[in-house]
């Protein structure tokens, strides 16, 4: 007899466990946002329940959410990270590459690659001569226990600026350029937070040194 009541609250028990896990992931609306994203309620439940709007500027992953995937709920965080001062470009080259939100990791990898060559003798080229330059720091970096951190493109940038700054969310610095990683031929695209520079990036020189804000998308 004691072996089967010992069954039957050892199932009861189990029951409620995978129930109280299944609620877990199931929208809550007596908590916030970030409890539900914690508790792993999908990206694309709270966006159809709440809207977009509802996820920016949410500190999550290390950043903070500035844009959702419509698609498959892919989320991309951003954070400064100016707190190792202003950091170089690297070597100067010809390079155009993309401004879509989404397209800085692609770009971050083709810099570095740009880097690995001897560009002192191209036309109009530089050699930066170290590994000391922000493309590079960043893609190595490890910050907060991640690792797949970026610089973002010019659009992503806008981005954070619209759906964070304006909102008076985040942590971004409105005294300082940073970078984007963004380039049309041998000129990166920079960005100020500073509502005077109306929330766009605009073309800088390589031979400038700028601040550092970081990406991770997940």
Sequence with gaps: MKKVLFILVALLMFNCTKEDETELTVFNPELSVLQNLENGVAVLEIKELLGAQALFGIEYGGGFI????????????????????????????????????????????????????????????????????????????????????????SGAMKAIFDNVHSQG?????????YWTSTKEGYQPYVMSFNSNFGGETFLGSCFDSNGVLIVRKF
């Design 169 to 177: 969310l985040g942590n971004f610095d409105e005294t300082i350029f």
């Design 66 to 153: 500035f844009y959702v995937d419509e698609t498959d709920g892919t989320l991309l965080v951003a954070t400064d990270y100016t707190a190792i001062g202003a950091t170089s470009w690297g070597d100067h080259f010809d390079l155009t590459n993309s401004a879509l939100i989404g397209a800085g990791l692609e770009n971050t990898q083709q810099i570095v690659d740009g880097n690995l060559n001897d560009n002192s003798s191209v036309t109009n080229g530089f050699e930066f001569g170290s590994n000391d330059y922000v493309f590079k720091i960043v893609l190595d970096l490890e910050y907060k226990n991640y690792n797949d951190w970026f610089v973002p493109s």
